[in-house]
């Protein structure tokens, strides 16, 4: 086998382990957030966008996918279930928060506040999920995050309105869901 060959075996080896990584995180998702991805406040998230031209419906699961996926690559130990469900709804606001009111202003601001009320209305919630959804903002909202989840959803959060905001994510995140 020449090096050419070597190097298209090794490429079609690391293409299977990354297929492989990106169906078990999918699955994982949609296996804890499945009651939170149905319901209609969140469906209703997809008429709204949240960086560039992403909607907040697909903002929130590429955040839990990064989530995971930061998780899996450091091999980190937390509560997989409250990291998804908690970043599946760390910006259940509701609002289209880029039409011009005084309500929208400090949205950055006030915005992780009003998810967390949403969130408790029309979902049972865990200490780690409230955490999440009300640090996800971290440093602009001066509260530190408490749990280590609470830790990744914001760096994952970071990182996704980066890529989404720069029109990156068509390339890093979109796939067949």
Known sequence: M??????AKM????????DSVSNSI???VFQYGADILSSDGVKSQKNFIQHGDTSIY?????????SLFIVSLLNI???ERAIVRGALLHDYFLYDWHKKCDENR?????HAGRALKNARRDFRLSPVEEDIIKKHMFPLNIAPPKYRESVIVCI???IGAAAETLFLSRH???KKR
């Open 106 to 110: 400090r949205h950055g601001i006030y």
């Open 172 to 174: 890093i995140f979109r």
């Open 2 to 7: 020449n090096c050419a060959q070597k190097c």
């Open 156 to 158: 994952a959060d970071k």
């Open 11 to 18: 490429k079609t080896q690391h293409q299977k382990e990354s």
């Open 58 to 66: 697909e903002h929130s699961l590429n955040v839990a996918m990064l």
């Open 77 to 79: 130990k937390v509560n």
């Open 26 to 28: 999918n699955r994982r």
